[in-house]
C-alpha cells in the first residue's frame, strides 16, 4: 500500500541513549518532514526537506538531526536523549494538491517514544 | 505564513451539521486554504482544499468569502467517529508549501 512507513511504533530510551526514527515513503514526493506532539497539544515542525540532500530546521530542530540521502527515506535521530523528548513523532511527504495547490501531507502512523 | 484563528473547541450531537470557521486576516494572494482531521493516536488526514467560493467532498464542505479572510469547514450529519481535532492551514505550494505549521486546531466532541 502506498503511503508513509514509520518505525518503530514504539521504543522506551534511557537518558543519553542514542537512537534513530525511520521513515519511508513510496509516493515519490520531494517533500518530507517530521513533527512531534506532546500529548493534549498541537504538532510541531521539528525538521523537513524539500529534496534528497536538502534538509532545514523547523519550530523545534534542538537535540534532533535528519539527512535526506535519497527521495524515500527522512531519518530522525535523537544523539541524546532527554525526558523532555517523550512525544510522538509523526513523520509526512507532501505533494500540490491536485498538482497545483497547496501542499497536501500524508502523515505516517507514529512512533511513541518515552525516554526514562 | 499566514496566522490562522479557530476555535478551542466545539461540542455536538449526532445527526447536526458542525461549521468550523477559521479567520487567516492575512492571507496572501496564492495562498490555499487546507484543512486536515486528526483521531486520538493517529497522524492528521487530509480532509479538504480549496481557494475560494465552495469546495465540496464526499467527506465536508468548504466554504470561502470573496474576501477570503475565513473559512468554514462543514461537516453533515456528523457521527460519533468525527469526535477529533480539526486543524485550518493556509499556505502556498512555495514558501509555505513545505514548511506546514500546525497550531492548536478544533476540537470537536460529538455527543450521543
Known amino acids: 500500500n502506498a503511503g508513509v512507513t514509520q518505525t518503530p511504533k514504539f521504543q522506551v530510551l534511557k537518558t543519553g541513549q542514542s537512537m534513530t526514527l525511520q521513515c519511508a515513503q513510496d509516493?515519490?514526493?520531494?517533500?518530507m518532514s517530521w513533527y512531534r506532539q506532546d500529548p493534549g497539544m498541537g504538532l510541531r515542525l521539528i525538521h523537513y526537506s524539500v529534496g534528497a540532500g536538502i534538509t532545514d530546521q523547523g519550530e523545534v530542530p534542538n537535540g534532533y538531526n535528519v539527512s535526506r540521502s535519497t527521495t524515500e527515506d527522512f531519518p530522525l535521530r535523537l544523539l541524546s536523549a532527554a525526558p523532555s523528548q517523550t512525544s510522538v513523532y509523526f513523520c509526512?511527504?507532501?505533494?500540490?494538491?491536485?498538482?497545483?495547490?497547496?501542499?497536501?501531507?500524508?502523515f505516517g502512523a507514529g512512533s511513541r517514544l518515552t525516554v526514562l | 505564513l499566514a496566522k490562522t484563528t479557530q476555535p478551542i473547541s466545539m461540542d455536538s450531537y449526532e445527526g447536526q451539521e458542525v461549521n468550523i470557521t477559521c479567520s487567516h486576516n492575512?492571507?496572501?494572494?496564492?495562498?490555499?486554504i487546507t484543512w486536515y482531521q486528526q483521531f486520538p493516536s493517529q497522524g492528521p488526514r487530509f480532509i479538504i482544499q480549496?481557494?475560494?467560493t465552495k469546495v465540496t467532498n464526499e467527506v465536508a464542505s468548504l466554504f470561502i468569502p470573496a474576501d477570503r479572510k475565513s473559512s468554514t469547514l462543514s461537516l453533515p450529519r456528523v457521527s460519533l467517529s468525527d469526535t477529533a481535532v480539526y486543524y485550518c492551514?493556509?499556505?502556498?505550494?512555495?514558501?509555505?508549501?513545505?514548511?506546514?505549521?500546525f497550531g492548536a486546531g478544533t476540537r470537536l466532541f460529538v455527543k450521543a
Open positions: 509526512a511527504s507532501s505533494s500540490p494538491f491536485r498538482g497545483s495547490g497547496a501542499n497536501v501531507l500524508t
Open positions: 492551514l493556509v499556505g502556498d505550494a512555495g514558501t509555505g508549501g513545505f514548511k506546514t505549521i
Open positions: 480549496g481557494y475560494k
Open positions: 509516493m515519490n514526493h520531494e517533500y
Open positions: 492575512n492571507i496572501a494572494t496564492n495562498d490555499y
